[in-house]
């Protein structure tokens, strides 16, 4: 997947606001398959397990069955058609995640070629925040970055100060 670009911005800012809403060491199960960011997570002192890419919309035994301490998701749940069971169904205490954020100048991400690859939601914060209280959490903490990108255009220049991904930790209630 970053085989010939890595998300440098995203990942500084969510490895930040990991490090300062549950800080290492904890275990964590990071539900996605194994990437470049587990290992960033293991360098910090975490010790990371991630799902085996199985459909998490129909299969949630790794969230019920998981002993880890945190569970970690970040760009996942846009890409679920249903995510509050499996935010319904974590055993964890604590929940770190990242969502891309609904653009209104953009429609949402769909690759042509990999059906894994796809949004099915793009929510915006309150959106977000409503689905999270729902399934029986707490938030604690947010944060919100852009990601301007090096253009010339309309959808650029917003790209400069419209938020495009929404960070949160929450606790179960």
Do not use: C
């Amino acid at each position: 997947m970053y085989e010939k670009t890595f998300p440098n911005k995203r990942y500084k800012h969510t490895l930040e606001f990991l490090n300062k809403a549950a800080p290492a060491p904890a275990s964590i199960l990071d539900l996605g398959v194994r990437n470049p960011f587990s290992e960033l997570m293991e360098a910090q002192g975490y010790k990371v397990t991630n799902t085996r890419g199985e459909d998490l919309d129909l299969d949630t035994s790794s969230v019920k069955n998981s002993t880890a301490e945190i569970v970690t998701a970040f760009e996942i749940f846009e890409h679920l058609v249903a995510p509050f069971n499996v935010l319904r169904d974590i055993q964890a205490k604590k929940l770190v995640t990242t969502i891309p954020l609904n653009l209104w100048f953009s429609p949402a991400y769909r690759s042509k070629t990999d059906k894994w690859d796809r949004h099915y939601h793009e929510f915006e914060d309150w959106q977000f925040d409503w689905l999270l209280e729902k399934a029986g959490w707490e938030i604690r903490k947010r944060h919100k970055w852009t990601n301007p990108v090096k253009k010339l255009g309309i959808r650029p220049l917003l790209r400069q100060f419209t938020p495009r991904y929404y960070a949160v930790y929450a606790e179960r209630k």
